[in-house]
């Protein structure tokens, strides 16, 4: 039996919305059901390796904080080892049937691209052992290409033919542990595809190389049978200052303009949509219109700060209208709700892991409950179906079924000769009925 590294805490329960336990659940109950499904099915949560396992507080202007028994080591296989026990440990504890790797969170850096092979090499055989053990599943894998200084100037979208080569291979062999581990799907977020300046950067050139980067991994996705969708994620800016993946709009516009729209679905974080200047659920609309939501980075930031703080997502607001549109468009399949999260520097205990995800995972399944609610009730929706009623026949249902014409719409025009009965938008109103739910 392997040390417990959380030897004070068991594995947390649903105690009800009564309950007082900082370490309870009060809201999130995995198998309730909500519209037919379990919450552990709606929201499939997944903990993350980088901020989880790796965060240790330290920020630019100050030195870790975290109490984390397992980094004690020199970061060599073994101390990698026990750390992927310490996380196997974490994800059974809190109850999460998922979670999700980069590459070199997993195992350490070597000096050579075939000795972090083989140092990743060793990790992943024992993460099989410990998914095996545990039942947790892999939600999807990833490649860290924007750590290590070799990619400073980018990794697939680099000025330098070696370093797409490199990073090539990183992605290469990050998909095949993906698929060894049984990932439900895999992810790309360009850390630093992306520009500090354009004085230096042949921007057409850079993205002519992200689109053969992602063409090659189609192809070697169809050579070794890997089953899951890929997943791209968008974030408009940190660490360039100009990120090419900047919100769903662009990266639906590059797999479009590259022919690879088919083969990709978005991965959406919400932190990098305020970034954008942008809400969650916009770009969960303009991912969703497209059939192309696939998985969420569940987080928030702080609403005065311009950058990616990462906070556990507590904001009941957002999470109501995150379930809302994962419902409107019918659940995740390969997806799922993952805590790109991190607990704040000030938060540095090891009960604090514990107590942020669990304010996260209520926060989503009190969210998951107003959604359902709010679809009951359908004031909502059907006010939505009556603004758009003009629509339903006459000169509106002939312009959808693109049998009208300029000539048509302005015989329509002259006939009425003025608009009457626009109705009120009721913004307010909607509003309010929301409040109703939260
Ligand atoms: C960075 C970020 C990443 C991706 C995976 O802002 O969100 O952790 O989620 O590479
Ligand atoms: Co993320």
Redesign the pocket.
Known sequence: MAKSFFPRIGKIQFEGPQSKNPLAFKHYNATELVEGKSMQEHMRFAV?Y??TMRGNGGDMFGWGTADRPWQTGEGTVKDAIKRAQAMFEFTSKIGAPFY?W?DRDVAPHGKSLAESNKNFDAVATELKKLQKDTGIKLLWG?A?N?VHPRYMHGAATSCNADVFCYAAAQVKRAMEWTKELDGAGY?F?G?REGYSTLLNTDMKREMDHLGRFMHMAVDYKKKIGMKGPFFI?P?PK?PTKHQYDSDAAACLNFLREYGLLEHFQL?L?V??AWLAGKSMEHEMEVAGAAGALGSI?ANMGDYFLGW?T?QFPTDLYLTTQTMLRVLKYGGFTAGGV?F?AKVRRESFELDDLFLAHIAGMDAFARGLKAAAAIRKDGRIAEFVKNRYATWDSGIGAKIEAGKASFADCEKHALKIGEVSGLQSGRQELLESIINEFI
């Open positions: 993350v980088w901020h999700c980069h990833t860290q924007f992810v977020w850390g994620e974030k940190e991965n974080e932190n990098h980075d990616d990462d993952n790109d």
